[in-house]
């Protein structure tokens, strides 16, 4: 007997184990994508959905946690923050300063991320480096550092009382709404750069060479040709400031103030201070709502999966 003899022998094997498991495979091509996803969809599942599932039960119940006793099932907590004029006007100051640093984050990235799209630099990278660079601080220094920035004692009223002469008295910039937008615009800007960056780097260059060959400037090539082949960026920064905005917790708690409370902070306190379970997980509940809400009102009107290439937008 040849050694080639047990080779072959093997490798015969090896085909008549592998042929059925691969044309099984071939045959089920539709869920390998789902089996594929399936751990990190269970990983979210799991712990977003339980979270927010044990959120939504203890909003209709008179009290949480539960505790001895039959628990008693009400509507009471939600109609007791639709009827409170304090939690609408939070809701309301909320929603606007989320919409103002979503503009404001948009008008400033779009410009950074259109610059070094089209650069051609080899610094391209150090740049890209500048705008990320932000995320390895921590986010409690990075607000304190503007708490130094803004406050009567800080670095814009020392230049324009005590060098400049400009002004006597200190302003007031600390603990305001304005204070809240720029420190909300300075840590989420660069989640608005990195998607405009990218759709801006897609934009096939030949089509604003061909513009610009037909004799358009440069203001009609970038409204006609490069904006709209960007649009999906720019939706997609405006989400994802928007959300992160909307429930900021730590940047209006230390520049906002007591008096400049957003809907997180309220959350926040009822969970902590008042202890009053019940209550928050109905203001949290109402927020994923609106939240929900919001970014359905945004696809019906942008047509989200319409900018990504599909005809019909998502809802429809």
Same mark, same amino acid.
């Given at each position: 007997?040849?050694?080639?003899?047990?080779?072959?022998?093997?490798?015969?094997?090896?085909?008549?184990?592998?042929?059925?498991?691969?044309?099984?495979?071939?045959?089920?091509?539709?869920?390998?994508?789902?089996?594929?996803?399936?751990? *990190?969809?269970?990983?979210? !599942?799991?712990?977003?959905?339980?979270? !927010?599932?044990?959120?939504?039960?203890?909003?209709?119940?008179?009290?949480?946690? !539960?505790?001895? *006793?039959?628990?008693?099932?009400?509507?009471?907590?939600?109609?007791?923050?639709?009827?409170?004029?304090?939690?609408?006007?939070?809701?309301?100051?909320?929603?606007?300063?989320?919409?103002?640093?979503?503009?404001?984050?948009?008008?400033?990235?779009?410009?950074? &991320?259109?610059?070094? &799209?089209?650069?051609?630099?080899?610094?391209?990278?150090?740049?890209?480096?500048?705008?990320?660079?932000?995320?390895?601080?921590?986010?409690?220094?990075?607000?304190?550092?503007?708490?130094?920035?803004?406050?009567?004692?800080?670095?814009?009223?020392?230049?324009?009382?005590?060098?400049? =002469?400009?002004?006597?008295?200190? !302003?007031?910039?600390?603990?305001?709404?304005?204070?809240?937008?720029?420190?909300?615009?300075?840590?989420?800007?660069?989640? +608005?750069?990195?998607?405009?960056?990218?759709?801006?780097?897609?934009?096939?260059?030949?089509?604003?060479?061909?513009?610009?060959?037909?004799?358009?400037?440069?203001?009609?090539?970038?409204?006609?040709?490069?904006?709209?082949?960007?649009?999906?960026?720019?939706?997609?920064?405006?989400?994802?400031?928007?959300?992160?905005?909307? =429930?900021?917790?730590?940047?209006?708690?230390?520049?906002?103030?007591? *008096?400049?409370?957003?809907? *997180?902070?309220?959350?926040?306190?009822?969970?902590?201070?008042?202890?009053?379970?019940?209550?928050?997980?109905?203001? +949290?509940?109402?927020?994923?709502?609106?939240?929900?809400?919001?970014?359905?009102?945004?696809?019906?009107?942008?047509?989200?999966?319409?900018?990504? =290439?599909?005809?019909?937008?998502? +809802?429809?």
């Amino acid at each position: 007997m040849s050694s080639v003899e047990p080779r072959q022998w093997v490798t015969d094997l090896y085909v008549l184990i592998s042929t059925p498991i691969e044309t099984w495979f071939e045959r089920q091509q539709s869920y390998i994508p789902l089996l594929q996803l399936a751990p *990190g969809l269970l990983w979210v !599942l799991g712990l977003l959905g339980g979270s !927010l599932g044990i959120i939504l039960i203890y909003s209709f119940l008179e009290s949480a946690p !539960l505790s001895t *006793g039959t628990p008693v099932v009400t509507t009471a907590n939600y109609q007791t923050i639709l009827a409170t004029t304090y939690y609408l006007t939070v809701l309301l100051k909320s929603f606007l300063i989320a919409v103002a640093v979503t503009v404001i984050s948009l008008l400033i990235a779009y410009p950074a &991320a259109y610059h070094i &799209a089209f650069m051609n630099s080899r610094f391209r990278n150090l740049y890209l480096l500048m705008l990320i660079l932000p995320f390895w601080i921590n986010l409690i220094i990075r607000t304190f550092a503007w708490q130094l920035i803004l406050g009567q004692s800080g670095l814009i009223n020392y230049l324009l009382v005590s060098l400049m =002469g400009i002004i006597e008295t200190p !302003l007031q910039m600390l603990y305001s709404p304005w204070a809240v937008i720029v420190g909300l615009v300075h840590v989420f800007m660069p989640f +608005a750069v990195i998607p405009l960056y990218t759709s801006i780097q897609r934009v096939d260059r030949s089509h604003t060479e061909a513009a610009r060959n037909l004799g358009a400037n440069r203001f009609q090539t970038f409204y006609e040709v490069t904006f709209p082949q960007t649009l999906p960026g720019i939706a997609a920064s405006s989400i994802i400031v928007f959300v992160l905005s909307f =429930g900021s917790f730590v940047i209006p708690n230390m520049l906002g103030g007591q *008096g400049n409370l957003m809907i *997180g902070n309220i959350i926040a306190q009822l969970f902590g201070e008042s202890f009053d379970w019940a209550l928050g997980s109905a203001m +949290a509940t109402l927020f994923v709502i609106i939240v929900i809400m919001l970014v359905y009102l945004f696809n019906r009107v942008i047509g989200l999966r319409s900018l990504y =290439g599909s005809d019909t937008a998502w +809802a429809e």
